[in-house]
């Protein structure tokens, strides 16, 4: 019976080529392109045969749809043409948000991404000589001075060819300090284990074995790159003597990893870093340390004191650090392997540095970044400015936006919360900050989310406990006033 049912129904539908002769579809045929148009004719009348199908749709709904079928085309034509990226404002006060595109980039960065997309470049042209140049050298000479020279003059221990004694005429000839860039940091990782450690071991605490969102497991990247995971100590204690212990003729690599996006505490136990270069050095084996988000800036500077930076890391000896671009050094998606020169060299020669690469848009934002730091303009980073904007000037502007608000169905309060780093970044490293704190009479704080959400500006915020709370660090100042628009839009309705 309901077959039958259905049959009539499908009859009821014109075909693509009646559609197309309907005088107000072949006008929008005629301004936006016969293709375009008959696509979208297509996902509309195979949308209504879902629906038939589906025993959604009897006769008369049916008739309903047909009589409004130009104007389905229409919507689903805008639709198909608009962009499926799109910006969004980010209320989550959440500066690193993988979801949200993490690092917003700098204006200087994207002048120069707009410059160097546009045109031709020297990318890999050496302007003097006219020959083959290399990609790395866009950044790799502002990396040194943000590393290399730092190292040097604070921490007169790099090991053995690196010591400053032996060094100060070893550096004037060559670099010490390198960094190459590929697509990201579980491409960094991949390519350091594989250059150092194939068909060899590497020992790792089992304490480090995370799991980074988006299926980044030490485990698999480890397999992956063809070493052998040597996994050693326990969960929640790990010595340097299990180290020493593990360590065989097999042994290539001492790997540290920064434990992101989680904590362990209680009964706890992690070799201090200064053991493993000392082990590493000892046995002249390179140590590796994933830092995940790594700084180029002193977080202590904004109160986070347990989260050590790329220079932190570098100084106190290890061999080589990865980090990304797009975390807390405010650049474009990237994967940043900074360390002993010689290790360096090997990984660019290593044949998958050419399938991890870096697109030159990478390296045009990566280098207007690195100058902003040179020049020590922290504030023009994005990411950074908001990690050092203070709780009084956030509660200021959200203050302003709550006297904007209209609706008298609105319960706004601004109150203290807090601001998370994210991108991995010290798991438990948050700022203070002050909140707009929004509930609606009749509404949940999970429609009202989302109906901020679904706005045309998307306004991202977070729900807790019964609100909506808005946290403008992560908002830029010229989006206020979108933000206090949007509520009031959401309200009219
Ligand atoms: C974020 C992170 C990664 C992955 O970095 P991507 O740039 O996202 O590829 C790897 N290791 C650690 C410790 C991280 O925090």
Known sequence: MKLQTNVDLYRKLPSVDELQRNPELAALAAREGHIAVTDAARAVLASLRKEIAAG???????????????DAVARQLRQALKHSLQSVINATGVILHTNLGRAPLSAAALEHIREIAGSYSNLELDLETGE???????????????????????APGLPGEHSVGAGVLARALEPTISTIVVNNNAAAVLLALNTLAENGEVIVSRGELVEIGGSFRIPDVMAKSNAILR??????????????????????????????????TGFTEQAQIEELVGLARQRNIPLLEDLGSGALFDLRSVGVNRES????????????????????????????????????????????????????????????TLLAYVKGEHDA??????????????????????????????????????????????????????????????????????????WDTPVIARVEEGRVLLDLRTVFPEQDEIVAQSINRVFER
């Open 132 to 154: 083959r140049g290399k990609r790395d050298v866009h950044v790799d000479r502002l990396f040194r001075k943000l590393l290399e020279e730092r190292v040097g003059t604070a």
């Open 231 to 264: 996994e050693v100590g326990t969960t929640n204690r790990t010595r340097i003597a299990d180290y020493a212990k593990a360590i065989n003729e097999q042994t290539r690599l001492l790997l540290r990893v920064h434990r992101s996006n989680f904590q362990i």
């Open 381 to 454: 980073i994005p990411a950074v400015g908001m990690m050092r904007l203070s709780k009084e000037e956030i509660g200021r502007r959200a203050e302003a936006v709550a006297k904007k608000l209209q609706s008298s169905r609105l319960t706004v309060e601004v109150v203290d919360g807090e601001s998370v780093i994210g991108g991995g970044a010290a798991p438990s490293s948050t700022l203070p900050t002050r909140v707009l704190a929004i509930s609606a009479e009749g509404t949940s704080a999970d429609e009202l989310s989302r109906r901020l959400r679904v």
């Open 309 to 368: 930076s790329v220079l932190d890391g570098l100084r106190q000896g290890v061999d080589v650090v990865t980090y990304s671009g797009d975390k807390l050094l405010g650049g474009p998606q990237a994967g940043l392997l900074s360390g002993r020169s010689d290790l360096i060299a090997r990984m660019r020669s290593n044949s998958l540095f050419r399938a991890l690469r870096a697109d030159k848009l990478t390296y045009a934002a990566l280098e207007a």
């Open 56 to 70: 959604r749709l009897a006769a008369d709904g049916v008739d309903l749809a047909l009589s409004g079928l130009e």
